[in-house]
């Protein structure tokens, strides 16, 4: 069977919606999963649907089309994006947030046309990449190696001249730099809450506010407390909140 282009368009003007959706219907392999009327929306159907594309309007009221497309570049499946716009001035920003393509309002076909093939080849080249079947990090422990799913990681931190991985059940100590680590665990959940502590989103159960703008995470599993700098905090609740 084909394997079809799952496809969302997030826009908050129902017209350029209906109209990009009657020009995909000359794509016999695109199949259009979810619509939104605002990031906000798109951002939880993109999480639910796990769609293969998304075509984003730039001017939406509150998450504009770019503070969706950053949002989304840290999830483990990030769809291909493709700005939708009226306004041609966005296309530098457009293109720093990794977009395939950039489409001006009103719709052209032959762009569309350019654009879907662009859209085809990219697909194409990732469903005949060979899927990684193991994806563990390797850590030392008393002479053996450990492979540990990211999964299982709470989070970790640097401590001196090393970098602590704390799971539910134990502690790990490396000589790794948390950069290096970071880099590794890129395409899962993790995220930078200070300079020296990664954390995994889905094992946060509660943020709470500290001082002078910064606060505290309480994780799963763990007693205490992990600071939050401030400068982290919006770009965190982004991830967290729906």
Not at 10 to 24: A, N, Q, V
Not at 170 to 180: D, G, S, T, V
Not at 199 to 227: D, H, M, S, T
Request: aromatic residues 10%.
């Amino acid at each position: 069977m084909k394997k079809m282009i799952r496809t969302i368009i997030i826009d908050d003007e129902p017209l350029s919606r209906d109209e990009l959706k009657f020009l995909l219907q000359n794509y016999n392999e695109v199949e259009i999963v979810a619509e939104a009327e605002s990031g906000e929306k798109g951002l939880e159907l993109i999480m639910m649907k796990e769609p293969d594309v998304a075509f984003i309007d730039i001017e939406m009221r509150q998450m504009s089309g770019l503070d969706l497309a950053r949002t989304i570049q840290n999830m483990k499946k990030v769809p291909l994006i493709i700005f939708a716009t009226a306004y041609p001035n966005y296309a530098a920003k457009a293109f720093r947030v990794e977009a395939l393509d950039y489409l001006l309002k009103p719709f052209d076909e032959e762009q569309l046309h350019e654009t879907m093939k662009r859209v085809k080849e990219r697909f194409k080249s990732k469903i005949s990449e060979k899927p990684n079947q193991v994806s563990k990090l390797a850590v030392e422990d008393e002479g053996r190696i450990v492979y540990l799913p990211p999964s299982e990681i709470v989070y970790l931190y640097r401590e001196e001249r090393e970098t602590i991985i704390c799971t539910k059940d134990r502690n790990y100590n490396l000589k790794a730099p948390i950069k290096e680590l970071e880099e590794k665990l890129k395409g899962y959940p993790f995220f930078r809450t200070h300079k020296s502590y990664l954390v995994n989103l889905n094992k946060i159960e509660e943020l709470i506010p500290w001082f002078n703008g910064a606060y505290q995470l309480k994780v799963e599993g763990k007693k205490g407390e992990i600071p939050v700098s401030r400068n982290y905090v919006k770009s965190l609740r982004e991830q967290l909140e729906l």
